[in-house]
């Protein structure tokens, strides 16, 4: 059983490839235990987007050894929720409960990772939910907007491709898709086991190696490398009430462990007192909602700003998020960049608190950098960033194609405009 310097965190590899990381915190009486699976819309074709959602769906409606029913009640017996979640790049199986039950909790995940059957009434019921689930997705002028910021960033490429996929697809998927999608993806090397919290780790690697030796070895092709374009993208919803603006720059993937990205989002518009704040909703009084943030996956990051605001006030918060950025580029006041550290410090170390939270870094650091970040090396990394390099970053995105994505009311002219305000700011559209 290998472990680290850390007498609470226990790690193996099966020989299959399944990684199983076990990670106690004796004073909780909790535990999260959650499967990650290295596939999510990224990883799929125009012909097919939707599908890793669609399996995230079926997995729970029957496997080999329980059906819909019986996967529900196991789970509840226990007190626990049972979730799941699907990504760009990844999709995820929850469990959460009290800590003496996790060993149980990897039995259940394993069963709809490792052998589930999607039967055919299942499948006709699903579709139907999620086809609702479409038309929720369609109403939401945010949602809306976030699928236009992709494709400005990445165009055609399948990181742009939303996770939830087209109706057309889920209107025509069948369960002989969904089972050549799990044969492919559900195999050793693309499969993460994660628990934390109060628990027993010895207990839970054992169970883990019990329930996923079946998995076959292997792991599945990753996507083309994705390319930055930049550009403009708008859609206007009549009845709604309010413009969202998203605008952003290519940041490095997870696997480049750079924390320049994050600082430089809180440095810049994370909380009342950051630039952005400070000066769109408190002295301005411009807008209901806006924030910096990095966001970075296994296969690419973005720095992203992001606001709400009514549509008169569309030019003026665009000149103003211009400017601002601008400032940046060309000096970072100390005080602010050390209040931003501080921001990221205190964030990283709250998510060690939350056993669902430390689950997901960890499995997420496993398929991005096949290993786990020491919270010390961290620390060393955010404290070792200074001024010139946040000032350096912000000045090479300036000099780069903009993402901008225009939601929700998008006034008459708007994108016109926009082009020409942006210009006058020194920065770039595709």
Same mark, same amino acid.
């Given at each position: 059983?290998?472990?680290?310097?850390?007498?609470?965190?226990?790690?193996?590899?099966?020989?299959?490839?399944? !990684?199983?990381?076990?990670?106690?915190?004796?004073?909780?009486?909790?535990?999260?235990?959650?499967?990650?699976?290295?596939?999510?819309?990224?990883?799929?074709?125009?012909?097919?987007?939707?599908?890793?959602?669609?399996?995230?769906?079926?997995?729970?409606?029957?496997?080999?050894?329980?059906?819909?029913?019986?996967?529900?009640?196991?789970?509840?017996?226990?007190?626990?929720?049972?979730?799941?979640?699907?990504?760009?790049?990844?999709?995820?199986?929850?469990?959460?409960?009290?800590?003496?039950?996790?060993?149980?909790?990897?039995?259940?995940?394993?069963?709809?990772?490792?052998?589930?059957?999607?039967?055919?009434?299942?499948?006709?019921?699903?579709?139907?939910?999620?086809?609702?689930?479409?038309?929720?997705?369609?109403?939401?002028?945010?949602?809306?907007?976030? !699928?236009?910021?992709?494709?400005?960033?990445?165009?055609?490429?399948?990181?742009?491709?939303?996770?939830?996929?087209?109706?057309?697809?889920?209107?025509?998927?069948?369960?002989?898709?969904?089972?050549?999608?799990?044969?492919?993806?559900?195999?050793?090397?693309?499969?993460?086991?994660?628990?934390?919290?109060?628990?027993?780790?010895?207990?839970?690697?054992?169970?883990?190696?019990?329930?996923?030796?079946?998995?076959?070895?292997?792991?599945?092709?990753?996507?083309?490398?994705?390319?930055?374009?930049?550009?403009?993208?708008?859609?206007?919803?009549?009845?709604?009430?309010?413009?969202?603006?998203?605008?952003?720059?290519?940041?490095?993937?997870?696997?480049?462990?750079?924390?320049?990205?994050?600082?430089?989002?809180?440095?810049?518009?994370?909380?009342?007192?950051?630039?952005?704040?400070?000066?769109?909703?408190?002295?301005?009084?411009?807008?209901?909602?806006?924030?910096?943030?990095?966001?970075?996956?296994?296969?690419?990051?973005?720095?992203?700003?992001?606001?709400?605001?009514?549509?008169?006030?569309?030019?003026?918060?665009?000149?103003?998020?211009?400017?601002?950025?601008?400032?940046?580029?060309?000096?970072?006041?100390?005080?602010?960049?050390?209040?931003?550290?501080?921001?990221?410090?205190?964030?990283?170390?709250?998510?060690?608190?939350?056993?669902?939270?430390?689950?997901?870094?960890?499995?997420?650091?496993?398929?991005?950098?096949?290993?786990?970040?020491?919270?010390?090396?961290?620390?060393?990394?955010?404290?070792?960033?200074?001024?010139?390099?946040?000032?350096?970053?912000?000045?090479?995105?300036?000099?780069?194609?903009?993402?901008?994505?225009?939601?929700?009311?998008?006034?008459?002219?708007?994108?016109?405009?926009?082009?020409?305000?942006?210009?006058?700011?020194?920065?770039?559209?595709?």
């Amino acid at each position: 059983m290998p472990m680290t310097h850390d007498p609470d965190l226990h790690q193996t590899t099966l020989p299959n490839g399944v !990684r199983v990381v076990a990670m106690a915190q004796p004073h909780l009486h909790s535990a999260a235990v959650s499967v990650f699976v290295g596939s999510g819309s990224a990883h799929e074709s125009a012909t097919n987007n939707g599908i890793s959602h669609f399996v995230e769906h079926m997995v729970f409606k029957g496997t080999l050894r329980r059906d819909v029913a019986q996967i529900n009640r196991d789970a509840e017996a226990l007190g626990a929720e049972l979730n799941a979640h699907t990504d760009k790049d990844h999709t995820a199986y929850h469990l959460v409960g009290l800590g003496e039950h996790a060993p149980r909790f990897v039995h259940l995940l394993a069963d709809l990772v490792v052998c589930p059957t999607f039967p055919e009434a299942e499948l006709a019921r699903e579709r139907q939910v999620l086809l609702d689930e479409h038309a929720e997705v369609e109403d939401d002028t945010g949602n809306a907007a976030w !699928r236009l910021f992709d494709r400005a960033c990445y165009g055609l490429h399948p990181l742009a491709q939303p996770v939830m996929g087209s109706r057309a697809v889920t209107e025509r998927m069948s369960a002989a898709a969904l089972r050549q999608w799990v044969a492919r993806h559900h195999v050793g090397g693309n499969v993460v086991v994660v628990a934390a919290g109060g628990l027993d780790p010895a207990a839970v690697l054992e169970q883990a190696r019990a329930d996923f030796a079946a998995l076959p070895a292997g792991r599945p092709a990753a996507p083309a490398p994705a390319v930055w374009q930049g550009g403009l993208r708008s859609r206007s919803v009549s009845d709604s009430a309010q413009t969202q603006l998203i605008l952003g720059w290519p940041l490095p993937p997870l696997a480049a462990d750079d924390p320049v990205g994050e600082l430089a989002a809180a440095l810049f518009g994370e909380g009342m007192s950051s630039p952005l704040l400070a000066q769109l909703r408190e002295r301005q009084g411009w807008v209901y909602y806006a924030n910096a943030a990095a966001d970075h996956s296994r296969l690419a990051g973005e720095f992203v700003v992001e606001a709400s605001f009514a549509p008169q006030r569309l030019e003026p918060v665009l000149a103003e998020v211009a400017r601002l950025l601008a400032v940046q580029a060309k000096q970072v006041d100390a005080d602010e960049m050390e209040r931003a550290r501080q921001q990221v410090l205190v964030r990283w170390k709250r998510g060690l608190d939350s056993p669902s939270r430390r689950g997901e870094n960890a499995a997420l650091e496993l398929l991005a950098l096949g290993r786990l970040r020491p919270l010390p090396q961290r620390l060393a990394q955010l404290q070792a960033v200074d001024a010139q390099a946040l000032r350096a970053r912000f000045v090479a995105w300036l000099a780069q194609p903009v993402a901008l994505a225009l939601g929700g009311r998008v006034p008459r002219g708007a994108r016109e405009r926009c082009r020409q305000l942006l210009g006058q700011q020194g920065l770039r559209l595709a």
